[in-house]
T-cell receptor, first 110, second 111 residues
Framework: DAGVTQSPTHLIKTRGQQVTLRCSPKSGHDTVSWYQQALGQGPQFIFQYYEEEERQRGNFPDRFSGHQYPNYSSELNVNALLLGDSALYLC?????????FGPGTRLLVL | QKEVEQNSGPLSVPEGAIASLNCTYSDRVSQSFFWYRQYSGKSPELIMSIYSNGDKEDGRFTAQLNKASQYVSLLIRDSQPSDSATYLCAVRVNRDDKIIFGKGTRLHILP
């Protein structure tokens, strides 16, 4: 049984560009949450998708948007990238209670 | 603003000893509590979840919850060098709410 998968693993972008990160949840999981983890910090909640709708959102600007597909996979889009967006982006999937994390996508903005 | 507080460490513990990691949270009505382990450059891995006051044991790990004191801890018995990692405490108010993470405690097991 495959766990949570994310792509790409690493990404380098320049300021002002746009990026799309992808996540496939663990089999049987219907909820996907996205987190941003800066170096030395805990994961910060961006938003959560359930039944193709954004159910919860953290304190992130509208530059961060997402989508969930009928097969429960999800995308995180970030527009107008800033240097401060450089971080590890984590996707976590869940069914009911416990969240399991994917390997993450490391984004570097130059 | 809901908060989860952890001592950033590093916490250094001799191999074979008990490592004790602590966490406090601000929202009194929180219902779900999690401990994740994160190795450098890797994603968080779930170790324990606990929902009721008291102790919950799983192998060398014991989670302790005291809702009255808004305190949750993780004990690691017979610490091994492979336990060296950052340990993240996470809290959720209810099942449909977001999970809030602390900044993590760096644990270093001394061989």
């Amino acid at each position: 049984d495959a766990g949570v998968t994310q792509s790409p693993t690493h990404l380098i972008k320049t300021r002002g560009q746009q990026v799309t990160l992808r996540c496939s949840p663990k089999s049987g999981h219907d909820t996907v949450s996205w987190y941003q983890q800066a170096l030395g910090q805990g994961p910060q909640f961006i938003f959560q998708y359930y039944e193709e709708e954004e159910r919860q959102r953290g304190n992130f600007p509208d530059r961060f948007s997402g989508h969930q597909y009928p097969n429960y996979s999800s995308e995180l889009n970030v527009n107008a990238l800033l240097l401060g967006d450089s971080a590890l982006y984590l996707c976590a999937s869940s069914f009911v209670e416990t969240q399991y994390f994917g390997p993450g996508t490391r984004l570097l903005v130059l | 603003q809901k908060e989860v507080e952890q001592n950033s460490g590093p916490l250094s513990v001799p191999e074979g000893a008990i490592a004790s990691l602590n966490c406090t949270y601000s929202d009194r009505v929180s219902q779900s509590f999690f401990w994740y382990r994160q190795y450098s450059g890797k994603s968080p891995e779930l170790i324990m979840s606990i929902y009721s006051n008291g102790d919950k044991e799983d192998g060398r790990f014991t989670a302790q919850l005291n809702k009255a004191s808004q305190y949750v801890s993780l004990l690691i018995r017979d610490s091994q060098p492979s336990d060296s990692a950052t340990y993240l405490c996470a809290v959720r108010v209810n099942r449909d709410d977001k999970i809030i993470f602390g900044k993590g405690t760096r644990l270093h097991i001394l061989p």
